[in-house]
């Protein structure tokens, strides 16, 4: 049962899950902001990020999870020169954009290609956190289309691994909008055709993403208490005024109330991912 | 705003007033004041364009909120000759922020559907505010499924600010419900026409707003996510709202544009709330000429056309 606590106040600070992208990387320790246990940096690069105490996932970058779940020297990235302008021309936009740029070393939040997973060759797409918070505009929106046209072309299964902050990016407006119909419709495009698709959720996937091409996979599954929904922990808890019980769309809540296949841990995820490529006999098909 | 009337239209009001007084005064005591009336008239005409022609985004979005601007059954019962309504998604429970049914347009059968918001501060607590929890998204899908077994053209209703943002509605899976309404009306194979009649907020929009045509009536909103709710997540402080709305290019005329919409309905002036009958009137004629444009297409034409508009959107590689 939940309990719930009336607020009086009407604005109550979350506590957010932790305060950056991923582990510090100029100290050679970093801090579990779970079991504020000290790590060596380089133990937990190692360990996939992933603390060896209390076994807090911290977030991922998206080229890191090219290097830890397909075969080395397998992935070719697509439509990497995909690069958009500000469209609606809100302020600022091109400077955040160029931040991104610099930080992550992306060319947009979304990073695509081919490449193989235990020798089955598939489409691999990736979302970065760290690229405006791995929200979707007009580019991300055109990659993961183009990454499940292509998919369908070529008759592979696609891996997506989701970590949509924010949705739909606010300083396209309605053009990010509408690439969750876009997308949606490329995924279902690429199901009719008999292909399987896996999404994998990892912390955080909320709003448009969430609400369009992450929730229509075959099989989803999601990273332990990854942050998964629609509305943003702080606008709901804004819109009821009560304070979120414990654990809310936490990924555990998603499974128990249904809206995932499973929790894996991040070194169990490419076995998982192998076996499920194995029971559809690779997930493609040889023809039509 | 004081009794319905902005701040911005004040004067314009008065001035109305003073006509209708003077009409009221040459009824009752039989003193023909019509040249003065016919002066006022032509000035109000004039005080009416220099008011409504320079709306910005922010005066609109109020326009659009306005307490008494048509809400989805009042169109229904203005447009339609006969409107049976269907309730519930055979999950949960019905969701009264979300109306649906079959209803005769000029004699034919076709779905509606659209989110309700209340009339008065009790019937709003009802309707949930006109925010439809996911149940209220699943009786919609459930709706359109009819529809297209029946070979029904769907007509969407949209003012809704945004899908609840709730622990049940998260719950029950509001992400996954809208994600899967885009999905599904993507593919219906019947006209589908949705239209813009007040706000259009986020998913809980696009949810029930895929289609053949995207219709927007002139003072209505349509964006990624409401100008409150921007100015909380960019710059957290909702007082930028005024701001955002700019920002965001959220107006009918910035959607023609972009050609996310096909049509701009135009409202009588000052907004659709001054004048019902004359907004559904509108409306009518607009849904009559697109459905039969649509329904001379083949279905399967009608899917391809409606994924390559989609397709299309953002493409300028």
Not at chain 2, 83 to 106: C, K, N
Not at chain 2, 221 to 235: D, G, H, R
Not at chain 2, 244 to 269: G, N, V
Not at chain 2, 286 to 295: I, N, P, Y
Request: proline share 4%.
């Amino acid at each position: 049962m939940l309990i719930v606590f009336w607020g009086k106040q009407k604005y109550v600070t979350i506590k957010p899950q932790e305060t950056s992208s991923g582990p510090v990387a100029d100290g050679l320790w970093t801090r579990c902001p779970s079991c504020s246990s000290l790590l060596y940096t380089k133990e937990l690069t190692k360990n996939l990020n992933v603390c060896n105490r209390c076994s807090y996932h911290f977030r991922m970058g998206a080229w890191d999870r090219v290097k830890h779940l397909l075969d080395s020297e397998s992935f070719q990235e697509m439509d990497r020169d995909l690069e958009g302008g500000n469209p609606l021309g809100f302020s600022g936009y091109e400077e955040k954009l160029a931040n991104s740029r610099e930080k992550t070393g992306l060319t947009e939040a979304c990073l695509t290609g081919e490449g193989r997973l235990s020798g089955y060759q598939l489409v691999f797409g990736a979302i970065d956190f760290g690229f405006i918070g791995g929200t979707m505009g007009t580019v991300v929106g055109e990659k993961v289309c183009r990454a499940f046209e292509y998919a369908l072309a070529k008759r592979l299964p696609v891996v997506m691994v989701s970590a949509g902050g924010g949705g739909a990016r606010m300083h396209e407006g309605i053009l990010s909008l509408m690439q969750m119909a876009k997308t949606s419709q490329a995924v279902e495009r690429h199901s009719q055709a008999g292909l399987l698709y896996i999404c994998v959720l990892t912390d955080p996937t909320m709003g448009g993403i969430y609400a369009s091409f992450a929730s229509l996979a075959d099989v989803i599954l999601a990273e332990p208490r990854a942050l998964i929904g629609f509305a943003g922990p702080r606008v709901v808890e804004e819109t009821i005024r009560q304070k979120l019980p414990s654990g809310f769309q936490r990924a555990e809540f998603a499974l128990n109330n249904g809206m995932v296949d499973a929790i894996i841990e991040r070194k169990e995820l490419r076995k998982v991912l192998t076996r499920l490529l194995l029971y559809h006999d690779g997930g493609g098909r040889q023809s039509c | 705003m004081l009794n319905g009337v902005f701040e911005w239209e004040k004067p314009l009001v008065e001035l109305e007033k003073k006509i209708e007084e003077l009409r009221r005064f040459t009824k009752e005591e039989g003193i023909d004041f019509s040249a003065e009336i016919a002066t006022l008239e032509s000035r109000a005409e004039n005080l009416r364009h220099d008011i409504y022609s320079r709306l910005t985004p922010w005066q609109k979005v109020m326009i659009a909120r306005h307490p008494r601007r048509p809400t989805c059954l009042d169109y229904i019962e203005l447009i339609f000759d006969d409107f049976f309504e269907l309730h519930g998604d055979r999950t949960i429970r019905d969701d009264p922020a979300m109306v649906g049914g079959i209803a005769l347009l000029e004699g034919r059968p076709v779905t509606v559907i659209g989110p309700q918001k209340g009339k008065d501060t009790k019937d709003n607590i009802a309707r949930n505010f006109g925010l439809p929890h996911p149940e209220g998204y699943r009786k919609a899908l459930r709706l359109m499924r009819q529809a297209e077994k029946f070979h029904r053209p769907i007509i969407s209703l949209i003012d809704v600010v945004g899908a609840y943002p709730g622990i049940e509605a998260e719950q029950r899976g509001q992400g996954v419900i809208i994600a899967e309404n885009i999905r599904q009306m993507s593919f219906l194979k019947v006209p589908i026409i949705c239209v813009i009649t007040g706000e259009g907020g986020s998913g809980g929009a696009l949810a029930i707003g895929v289609g053949d045509r995207i219709l927007m009536l002139e003072n209505a909103w349509y964006s990624v996510c409401s100008p409150e709710m921007c100015a909380q997540i960019l710059w957290k402080d909702t007082k930028k709202a005024v701001e955002a709305a700019q920002s965001l290019c959220l107006t009918a005329q910035d959607l023609l544009a972009w050609k996310i919409i096909d049509e701009i309905i135009p409202e009588p002036p000052g907004g659709a709330h001054r004048d019902h009958e004359a907004m559904a009137m509108t409306l009518k004629e607009a849904l009559l000429r697109h459905l039969q444009e649509l329904e001379a297409r083949p279905a399967d034409e009608l899917v391809a056309k409606r994924l390559d508009r989609y397709r299309q959107i953002g493409v300028v590689w």
